[in-house]
């Protein structure tokens, strides 16, 4: 870990590091050729159509705002390809996002979107420390999922070795860590403490492995769960953000100061909205984000309204990249719950839970309404160390819960503590939240 600590601060590609006025004006000249390309594109053409927009009528960035947002709705009415700006004939490989709910939407790239990819994800993984002498075990899921393949040709594009262990079978991943080496480790975050859980139960010393760092990513967690993290594996723990929709993993990740993730502008438009209103946030405040891919060929983006809650700091990174940073995506429009009338997002439970000493980071939330009120149920898995058959112990425990989900997200909950090893373990992305009141009214 020391060795990681010192390692010096590497910069992929000056593109990182343009001074603003070079890359507005990059910047421009993309956004006036993706307007032209997305022509291509029926959905497109017949909304430029509407609003009189062509290439010639974006003269700034400023215009941008004059621009359609495109949102997953959009995308559904679309399935399964017709937003392509290319003919299907040169597409190279088709990837799908993960829907919570129906199908999933499909997105394309052709082999210059590949290579364009690789490099994102190789620009992410440098600033994180990733050298071509390392070695790397993904822990991601192979297969629709941007996740595994957008790292794993990113890792390569590095120089570094890749070991392709895919998600899951977690006594395979402790193997193979232990056999091989690996000097990082890639998956969600969640699977990150999965892994560290099991090292701890087999009683394995996390010095005796080699892991240094993990590049973390593809769904929320918050700063105290990047500290257990650490801690429990031994490493420093780097996050990265993506979505399938604007290209995948590789839309932004952190520096080794681990102070937001830069986002990759040279490639992307960023904006930050209230969602509301659909005008921009002041710098620093929470919005939604949103992003227009300025370089995808198979099928770029407009606008696209991720949903994902999250701020923008634009000033300047002692790490010499002179890009926009976002904060932690802390919710999104849609996973936000009203309880009572009372905002919640799941992070905020989480974040209440982090902070009580003897809780396991697992848990569920259940949402229900029995009667006419909301009722918040919390599941939290006790540390096997710290489960006890004494009540009064576990009262005092629940007690300290409660009172911390009261202070963080304003609300009363029934926390119902559970043993240890009781609630589902997740592979790739974790689900946390089970919302029960639809069912009642029959909605679902
Ligand atoms: O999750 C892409 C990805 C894979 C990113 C691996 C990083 C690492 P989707 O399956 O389309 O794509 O899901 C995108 O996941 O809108 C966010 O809500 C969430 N998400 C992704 N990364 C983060 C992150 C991939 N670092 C959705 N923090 C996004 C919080 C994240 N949420």
Same mark, same amino acid.
């Given at each position: 870990m020391a060795e990681h600590v010192n390692i010096e601060n590497r910069i992929w590609n000056p593109a990182e590091a343009l001074e603003r006025s070079r890359l507005t004006a990059l910047q421009l000249e993309r956004l006036r050729d993706l307007v032209e390309r997305l022509d291509a594109v029926p959905f497109y053409r017949e909304v430029f159509a509407r609003h009189r927009i062509d290439r010639d009528s974006i003269r700034s960035l400023d215009d941008l705002r004059r621009l359609p947002f495109t949102t997953k709705a959009d995308l559904r009415e679309q399935y +399964?390809?017709?937003?392509?700006?290319? +003919?299907?004939?040169?597409?190279a490989r088709i990837h799908g996002s993960s829907g919570t709910t129906g199908k999933p939407t499909f997105v394309a790239y052709t082999a210059e979107d590949l290579r364009q990819w690789a490099e994102l994800c190789a620009r992410f993984l440098t600033a994180g420390g990733l050298r071509s002498e390392h070695v790397v075990q993904v822990a991601f899921g192979y297969g629709l999922f941007t996740g595994g393949f957008g790292l794993h040709y990113g890792i390569e594009q590095v120089g570094a070795t890749v070991i392709p262990a895919a998600a899951g079978n977690t006594p395979r991943q402790l193997a193979l860590l232990q056999d091989l080496g690996a000097d990082a480790l890639v998956c969600t975050p969640s699977y990150a403490l999965t892994i560290a859980e099991t090292i701890r139960e087999r009683q394995? @010393? +996390? @010095?005796?492995?080699?892991?240094k760092f993990g590049h973390f990513g593809g769904e929320p967690w918050t700063e105290d769960m990047r500290l257990r993290i650490d801690r429990q594996l031994g490493i420093r723990a780097f996050n990265n953000y993506g979505l399938s929709e604007v290209i995948? +993993?590789?839309?932004g990740g952190e520096c080794l100061r681990r102070d937001g993730m830069h986002i990759q502008e040279d490639h992307f438009l960023v904006e930050c909205i209230d969602p509301q209103t659909l005008e921009p946030v002041a710098p620093g405040q929470r919005g939604e984000l949103v992003f227009t891919s300025l370089c995808k060929q198979a099928m770029p983006i407009l606008r696209y309204r991720t949903r994902d809650l999250a701020a923008l700091d634009d000033r300047p990174c002692p790490c010499g990249r002179t890009t926009i940073r976002m904060s932690r995506v802390t919710g999104r429009t849609d996973d936000m719950l009203i309880i009572r009338g009372v905002n919640v997002f799941p992070s905020q439970i989480e974040e209440a839970l982090l902070r009580v000493e003897g809780t396991a980071p697992h848990y569920e939330i259940v949402v229900d309404r029995p009667g006419t009120l909301d009722e918040l149920t919390v599941r939290v898995e006790i540390r096997p160390q710290d489960f006890s058959d004494e009540m009064r112990q576990m009262q005092q425990l629940r007690q300290r819960i409660d009172r911390e989900i009261h202070s963080v997200a304003g609300l009363r909950a029934n926390v119902e503590l559970v043993r240890p090893q009781t609630l589902e373990r997740f592979e790739g992305k974790a689900k946390r939240v089970n919302d029960r009141r639809g069912e009642r009214n029959g909605k679902i």
């Open positions: +399964p390809l017709n937003m392509l700006a290319v +003919p299907r004939q040169r597409l394995i @010393d +996390p @010095d005796s492995l080699n892991l995948g +993993p590789g839309v």
